[in-house]
């Protein structure tokens, strides 16, 4: 099939998916595609037409269009299309709750935007980037990127993009539960719209104000914004968006544990999407309606919805939203006794949601483990050296003894002994790295068999102890009310303990190295451990390979670890970047503070531990450690590895 047979199939299906919200613009769009001869307009005019279905579509559609802007930008050799495709694939990976997927994608875009000079296409980008963050829960990184994006749309004049930022910003505030900050944001966005006479488009801000005063507990306010809402949304015909505030309103209900207004503002919400067929919307109505007859301990009606809700999801293969989906079941079975499901449904949620969570106690002895394990290889390895300086200083005894004798024979002897030294040296040396690999192999293998058996046993224990134990209290709450107090007192002291082990568990082999590579790992580490200490934190990664072997993800991960807990603890610097990248065939780490500096080469001859298992750990990787001084002040720290 060609290329534009291939474009033409999509365009038709397209159109007649959304012939019911904006069919006439879609048709005037679709016409002038046709009509259109320069291939880069063209292009243009598909992208067009994408996002003006975008509200209706599915991400199998995304995908779809930018499988076409892809191809034909390519043909055509116009950068900004290709751009434009990424754009379009990233949001169908979003679409879908594959967040980290779409990462890579939004930065291949940004790269593009950046090298041909496109200020808008830049701020789209980075844009993309703050709501990936901002969706996979790093908010941090979110905010950075979003006001990256103002900043460039603001010289633009923008207005209208202005506001856009505006509202994904208040946003995290309002996650932040800086809910007066968020308030405020919002209110400016929806002056701005007002100010361009863009009505259409405040119905979702109208319903962010609306989740804000939620959150914040103004129900009052917070309805009447809703209520705003749907009424525009409705004007214009989208009973979708109206669906989604209505259950929208149902999740700050429930926080609110007003259940049966709630479950109110659901069937309300059921009623919209069911009306104009949006069923991957209607999870989120379904998982709010069931927590509030779970809240209700109407358990049986609650398990009821939310396997309605959790059927699409299934059936639609949504990625989103899971967690609250999994909660629900664990709750609503055990609220109907159902210990054994209630248990596998806990045990799901609890995995899904852990992250790394540091305590500076455990990390110090964690920190001590390692330095004493290596400190005992290095005193075997002295031993054996002292055992070979004796057994030298014997043999050259014997050679004093016979020289006079035996000149000839000690000379031939000598060049022998020569040798053989430096083979045993060469064995020694040898024996050294593969004594040092085995043992920090070792060690890592030994830290994740005890974080497995702590998270996968004793915490799940713990956590059908404290089913059971809820079970339990609300049944005696019951009898005999005046002891509910002390039974929540004890539920809470097992959830502390559940916590404790989780985190034992993470500080021993960090969870999410495994599940997303060395590059999210660092950013996180970076973020943790600097920005508790009020360090300011950038981080860069580029020119990666697709896949890094085990052993040379977590030798890095702890060199990184080492080297920050060296600037946390003697640097005394403001702002600190580390950059991961590779070049030729080595994989580069560098990290640069701008602090007092630190002399390595003092710290090597006093025999620190830090410095010795970082330049253990370069050496296993078969790679080597420098630094220099930073002018006018500050350190560099660079490792270099083979990948």
Known sequence: ??????????????????????????????????????????????????????????????FRYADSLELLSKAAHYPKGLARAYDMRGWAHGQKGEFAASLPLFHQQLDIFIEIKDLEGQARALNNIGTAW?????????????????????????????????????????????????????????????????????????????????????????????????????KYNNKMVAGVICGGMGHVLNDQKRYIESISWCERSMAYLMEVNREANMVYPLCNMAAAYIGLDQFAKGLEVNQRGWAIMQKLKLQEPLDPYHENFANAYAGLGDFENAFKWHKIYFTRIDSITQNDNLGKIANIEAKYNLAKKDQEISEQRAENFRQRVALFSLLASLLAAVVLGYLFYNRFRLRKKAELDAAIIREQKLGLSAVIEAQEAERKRIARDLHDGIAQELVALKLGFDALGRRIGKVVPEESHRFAQLGEQLDNSCTEVRSIAHVMSPPVLEQQGLAPSLELLLRHTLTNAGLEARFNAHDLPLQLDDKTEIGVYRIAQELLNNVVKHARAAKVMIELYSAGPDLVLRVEDDGIGYNFEEARARGSMGLLNILSRATALGGFFVTERRQPHGTVALIRVPI
């Open 134 to 234: 901002h969706d996979m829960e790093v908010n941090d990184s979110a905010i950075v990127y979003y006001l990256r994006s103002l900043d460039i749309k603001e010289q633009l004049g923008k207005m209208s993009d202005v506001a856009a930022s505006l509202a994904n910003i208040a946003n995290i505030y309002s996650d932040m539960d800086a809910h007066d900050k968020a308030i405020e944001m919002l209110h400016r966005a929806l002056r701005i719209r007002r100010e361009q006479g863009e009505e259409k488009r405040t119905m979702f801000t109208l319903n962010n104000l609306a989740v804000a005063y939620g959150k914040k507990g103004d129900s009052k306010k917070s309805i009447a914004y809703a209520d705003t809402g749907i009424i525009v949304a409705l």
């Open 1 to 62: 099939m060609t290329t534009k047979a291939l474009v033409l199939i999509l365009l038709l299906f397209c159109v007649h998916a959304l012939s019911a919200q904006d069919k006439h613009l879609v048709d005037s769009l679709y016409r002038a595609f046709h009509a259109e001869k320069d291939p880069a307009r063209k292009i243009d005019l598909l992208y067009d037409i994408a996002n003006e279905q975008d509200d209706a579509g599915n991400p199998d559609d995304g």
